[in-house]
């Protein structure tokens, strides 16, 4: 078994860094992922959809950590951190002020390190407020504010000659990874399994993550695009979302590929509703979700029935479920006590994780773990890492892609399906033709 991951370009700050921070309001931010500027593979910062969200770049402060108590540990460094900053907002959105972003390993054992990385620079937009935010040291000379970095930024350079081969496992040995996973099932061992697969990419020059981010800005623009210390995706889940006592959470289970005929498409989107499967998948992962929520919430709407969520490779059944929040839980607090949803593990949680060890023979890494961004306050924005690929030099990256199956999962539609799943990056890894 192989791990991969970027190797930090930054000594890590375990020590909560004594940070200043001082957002002012911008006249404008537009164009969000214009504003990033060249930077090193793994230090772009990005949680953008539809044109609003925050994005970053350097690094006044970043912390790894590892195993069972990775979360518990992220969150008390970062609670150290904001409460050690003087934070200065003339703004009051949710992601001014002082910010972190994090990308959390996917498994407790794995190799591969969580991270939490505070920008120097935090340019953020919602509605009609864009704003820019600047983080030192508190003993540094005080930031300017308005960095002169804001301004036209060179155009990120299409990727060039990118060649894509087999990850851990060919699709035929994936496939029977499938088929042993359909056999436990029958076998009454779990009703549920996520299953991924890894492709590599490689290029002989260095690959810009900027091109990534506004491709798939482009093209996904239902999907929150991120960036995360050399994870790059668009991801259609958000796993929490806590604002002001308000905790959302969208659910995605349950998936059809689209064809590209609208009509054929809407007819497809009708048999997924439909489906049974499908409903079942979706129904394990909305019943994940609902009860680990249940333990932090007074109240809760959980809709009966999914609605179709279109993307333009597939389409998935989703289900937002809201609540109101009555403790004392951060949104990296929720998102811990959601993960591992059965969205990207199983059924049980405890068997489906011994099963993805054993038949999937990689480290997930960060893919399928919570991705996002949080506030001095601990509000944030936690997606899952999907549709995405992890940057394990300037000119390569792993891409990941997975399946949840269940009983009446058909082997050949799954490597379809994860095929489908592989597009998005796929495309934004091309030079637009
Ligand atoms: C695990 C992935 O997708 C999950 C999220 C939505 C739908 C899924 C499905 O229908 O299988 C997966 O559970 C992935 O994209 O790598």
């Not at 060919?170 to 549920?192: F, M, T």
């Not at 210390?229 to 349950?254: D, K, N, W, Y």
């Amino acid at each position: 078994m192989t791990t991969l991951d970027p190797t930090p370009s930054h000594a890590d700050a375990a020590v909560p860094l004594h940070a200043r921070s001082r957002s002012i309001p911008l006249s404008d931010a537009s164009d969000l992922l214009a504003l990033l500027p060249v930077s090193a593979h793994d230090e772009v910062l990005s949680w953008v959809r539809k044109g609003e969200g925050v994005i970053g770049w350097g690094v006044a402060a970043s912390y790894e950590t590892s195993g069972e108590d990775r979360f518990e540990a992220a969150e008390r460094w970062w609670r150290e951190t904001a409460d050690a900053a003087e934070v200065e907002d003339a703004v009051d959105q949710p992601g001014s002020g002082l910010v972190c972003f994090g990308s959390m390993a996917f498994a407790a054992d794995s190799d591969i390190p969580s991270r939490l990385v505070v920008p120097e620079v935090v340019v953020g937009r919602r509605g009609r407020h864009a704003w820019v935010t600047t983080i030192a040291a508190a003993d540094d000379p005080p930031a300017s504010g308005t960095d002169e970095r804001l301004g036209p930024q060179p155009e990120p350079a299409a990727p060039q000659a990118v060649r894509f081969s087999d990850g851990e496992l060919s699709a035929g040995s994936w496939a029977g990874a499938v088929d042993q996973a359909l056999h436990r099932i029958a076998d009454d061992e779990l009703d549920k399994v996520v299953l991924a697969r890894s492709l590599d990419v490689d290029s002989d020059v260095d690959i810009d993550p900027r091109w990534i981010l506004r491709r798939l800005a482009e093209d996904y623009d239902t999907t929150w695009v991120f960036a995360v210390a050399g994870i790059v995706g668009a991801t259609p889940e958000m796993l929490v979302r806590l604002e002001r006592g308000l905790v959302t959470s969208r659910v995605l289970a349950g998936t059809i590929r689209r064809t590209g005929d609208d009509s054929h498409d809407l007819a497809l989107a009708g048999s997924l509703a439909r489906s049974s499967k499908d409903l079942e998948e979706h129904e394990y992962a909305v019943r994940s979700v609902a009860d680990a929520l249940a333990e932090h919430t007074s109240s809760m709407n959980v809709p009966e029935a999914p609605f179709v969520l279109h993307l333009n490779n597939v389409m998935h059944l989703a289900t937002d479920v809201a609540g109101v929040v009555d403790d004392t839980s951060t949104s990296l607090t929720l998102a811990a006590s959601l993960h591992p949803s059965a969205a990207v593990c199983g059924t049980p949680t405890a068997v489906a994780g011994e099963v993805i060890a054993e038949l999937e023979q990689m480290d997930r890494g960060r893919y399928a773990g919570p991705v996002g961004w949080m506030d001095a306050g601990g509000d944030g924005e936690w997606g899952i890492a999907l549709r995405c690929g992890v940057f394990t030099s300037p000119r390569s990256l792993r891409l990941y892609a997975g399946c949840g199956i269940v009983a009446g999962s058909d082997t050949a539609s799954e490597v379809a399906e994860s095929d489908a799943k592989f597009l998005p990056m796929r495309e934004a890894l091309s030079p637009r033709g």
